[in-house]
Nanobody, 124 residues
Framework: QVQLVESGGGLVQAGGSLRLSCAGS????????MGWFRQAPGKAREFVAA????????YYADPVKGRFTISRDNAKNTVYLQMNNLKPEDTAVYFC?????????????????WGQGTQVTVSS
C-alpha cells in the first residue's frame, strides 16, 4: 500500500507558474513509477507526465511538452510537477498516481494508487 497527498495547486494568471508536489508514504517510494494526470469538469482524466523509479524514463503529453517538468526526490518520497507558462486550458484537478513497476505508464487504468487531487485554475 502507498498513500499519496498532492499539494501546490491554486489560482494563477495565464503565463504564470506553479509547482505541484506529491508526497508518498507506505511502501518504499523509490520502487514506484509515478504519474501526473488531470481532469477538467465534464472531461475524462488525461495523462500529463510520468517518471520511472530512477527518473531515467520520462514521458509527457503533447500539450504540456516544453512547459511542464516532472521530477522526483526518492529521499523525500516526493514527486514534483513544475508547470510554467500556464494556460487557461491547463485548468483542472491534478492527481498523482503510483504503480509498483519500474517503467511508467500513460494510461490511468494502469495505476493502482491515487491521491485526492489538487485544483489548478489558470485565469486568462
Amino acid at each position: 500500500q502507498v498513500q499519496l497527498v498532492e499539494s501546490g495547486g491554486g489560482l494563477v494568471q495565464a503565463g504564470g507558474s506553479l509547482r505541484l508536489s506529491c508526497a508518498g508514504s507506505g511502501r518504499t517510494f523509490s520502487t514506484y513509477a509515478m504519474g501526473w494526470f488531470r481532469q477538467a469538469p465534464g472531461k475524462a482524466r488525461e495523462f500529463v507526465a510520468a517518471i520511472s523509479w530512477t527518473g531515467d524514463i520520462i514521458y509527457y503529453a503533447d500539450p504540456v511538452k516544453g512547459r511542464f517538468t516532472i521530477s522526483r526526490d526518492n529521499a523525500k518520497n516526493t514527486v514534483y510537477l513544475q508547470m510554467n507558462n500556464l494556460k487557461p486550458e491547463d485548468t483542472a484537478v491534478y492527481f498523482c498516481a503510483a504503480d509498483f513497476v519500474k517503467d511508467p505508464h500513460v494510461r490511468p487504468d494502469e495505476y493502482d494508487y491515487w491521491g485526492q487531487g489538487t485544483q489548478v485554475t489558470v485565469s486568462s
